[in-house]
């Protein structure tokens, strides 16, 4: 186990070790919803919120059932199905009681269980060996993190949609060099803190 | 003989018209996250085939029998088995390599090309055309893998799959190792395969 204050980990997963600027995870939903600031910023507080619980869960899961049982093997499907069965039961508790949450992220929900990040992030909380708190704090960090990167990203696409840019840039390529700029702004925090 | 055109079809496709990174522009997190080294990229992108190429073949054969609403949970869980088939053939073998790899490994799963190819593609063809359309997708991506890491690791570390290339007063680029210069090559080799399709259309309109 690493000893890393749990704060530590918190500020450096938003900043230093930023999911999408050194991590490259959610990319997918990343460039295809970024591209106005309420969805991105709807998006942003679903993944965070799936994120620090999913995260959570699958600590509980992997050090008390598969580390005992000798069945770290059969992490990745664990994985998957906890976070593909919280998606669904946090769709249906909130469908019941927070409706108008609901509605306001119902689309986003089902996009969340094929989100490389959420499942990136208890592979990194496994390989890092992170005990509860720090998990946890690491996996609070990464969802806010990545909210950050992405309304960051909405915001400047929503203003370059009026300029006129070369046809074959357009889309992706542009998102693509917007976010390696930001990337390498966000080098700048890594003296900062650092986890590796 | 009509199998033999589909499947030269089916690699055209794949690799060119409907490359899944550039056309798509779908899995680039593992494509951006690996290509600091080309043999990084090579394993990954061979790894990525076997799965893709052998879920599609999976998902096709089971197709009649599969509920229609439970079938993205039955595809899941067939692409993970693949995955740790991949991730325990590493740690086995190549104990370096699956630890250079780390995490990027297992997010195969979530990599939307397979799940793209499953549900695009083998849920309606036969078993053997899936199996091609999944290798097909899965060579399109390693090329765009390998083009990608071999300009960051000669511009990074000077090398060509771990070989000196570069002469010895040459000055390593220290950012092309670091994550934002993925972004940038990726955007530029998108830039160049658009422009690479749209010619070929144009030249295919003036023949006719």
Known sequence: MIDVHPFVIFIASIFTSNMIFSNFLGMCSFIAVSKEIPTAMGLGVAVTMVLSFTTVLNYIVYWNILVPFGLEYLMYIVFILVIAAFVQLLEMVMERYLSTLYYALGIFLPLITVNCAILGVSLFMVARQYDFLQTFMFSVGSGIGWALAITAMAGIRSKLSENSIPEGLRGAPTTLIITGIMALAFIGFSGMVQIQ | ?208
């Not at chain 2, 680039?28 to 052998?54: E, K, Q």
């Not at chain 2, 949970?73 to 250079?100: E, G, H, R, T």
């Not at chain 2, 670091?178 to 830039?191: D, G, H, K, Q």
């Open chain 2, 1 to 208: 003989m009509s199998l033999k055109k589909d499947a030269k079809k089916i690699f055209k496709k794949g690799i060119l018209y409907d490359n899944p990174i550039l056309v798509q522009v779908i899995g680039i997190c593992s494509a951006l996250a690996v290509t600091n080294r080309m043999m990084n990229s090579l394993i990954m992108g061979i790894a990525l085939s076997f799965v893709t190429a052998f879920s599609s073949m999976t998902v096709s054969l089971l197709k009649s029998r599969t509920p229609r609403h439970i079938r993205m949970m039955v595809q899941v869980l067939i692409i993970s088995a693949y995955v740790i088939i991949v991730d325990i053939f590493l740690k086995a073998y190549m104990p370096d390599m699956s630890k250079a790899l780390g995490p990027y490994v297992g997010l195969i799963i979530t990599n939307c090309i397979i799940m793209g190819r499953a549900e695009g593609f083998a849920q309606s063809n036969p078993p053997v055309l899936s199996l091609l359309d999944g290798l097909s997708s899965g060579f399109g991506y390693t090329l765009v893998l390998l083009s990608i890491s071999l300009v960051r690791e000669i511009l990074g570390f000077g090398t060509v799959f771990g070989v000196d290339v570069m002469p010895q007063s040459f000055t390593k680029w220290t950012l092309m190792v670091m994550p934002p210069s993925a972004f940038f090559i990726l955007a530029l080799i998108m830039w160049a395969a658009y422009n690479l399709r749209i010619k070929k259309e144009k030249e295919g309109v003036e023949k006719k």
